[in-house]
């Protein structure tokens, strides 16, 4: 179930991460920062609890949780970066399958365009390990740029070395019909939904 390629590629980006990720042209960037700030709201309006953050990146939706936090990431690069923007966190650096915590760990689990990486052996043991460790699931991910849901291998270069990632966008019915629960946000570039 490992991903060696995602796991260097995640690497490889970490310190150009913050300047890349979704960035578009002045508009496009505008509506992400706007999208990024009204989801955070919304995170940090959650009751406050024991949350871990499963693939923090470099923490720009950790630093909104309220409660003891926890950052998994495989990246040591990112989790790095997310402690310097989010110092009180308590980061472990992990490769997922498992998440390596006891049962009931956490009141909730927020992840972060992470779910949307997963290929389907990977997702099962996600929402499976997601439910044995805390209560509550959160899951942030890419809407699709139209009406339908996308699937693909991305080529994604850095500093001239070109990766293949897996990588699905989603509409609000197959995110939502996927992982049930309720659809906390439907924005034009993000969607949240809370199990
Ligand atoms: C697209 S980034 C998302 C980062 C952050 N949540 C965000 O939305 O900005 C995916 C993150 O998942 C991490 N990751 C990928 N595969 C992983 C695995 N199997 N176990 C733990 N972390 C993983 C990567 O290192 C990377 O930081």
Known sequence: MRDPVRERY???????????????????????????????ELLAALAEGRVLDVGCGTGVWTQFLRGPVTALDQ??????????????VQPVQALFPP??????????????????L??????????????R????????????D???HEEAIESRTVAGTTYPIFRRRFTPESLQAELGGELMYCGRYFLAVRV
């Open 133 to 144: 460790t805390a209560s509550e699931l959160v899951v942030v991910d890419l809407r699709s």
């Open 99 to 116: 998440l390596p915590f006891i049962d009931g760990a956490f009141d909730r689990i927020l992840t972060a365009n992470f779910y949307g």
């Open 118 to 131: 997963l290929r389907p052996d990977e997702r099962a043991a996600f929402l499976a390990e997601a439910r």
């Open 10 to 40: 995640y690497r490889h980006r970490a310190p150009v991460y913050d300047v890349t990720s979704y960035r578009g042209d002045a508009v496009v960037d505008a509506a992400l920062d706007q999208e990024t700030a009204d989801i955070g």
């Open 75 to 88: 990246s040591a690069e990112m989790l790095a970066l997310a402690r310097a923007r989010v110092p009180h």
């Open 146 to 148: 139209g009406s339908r």
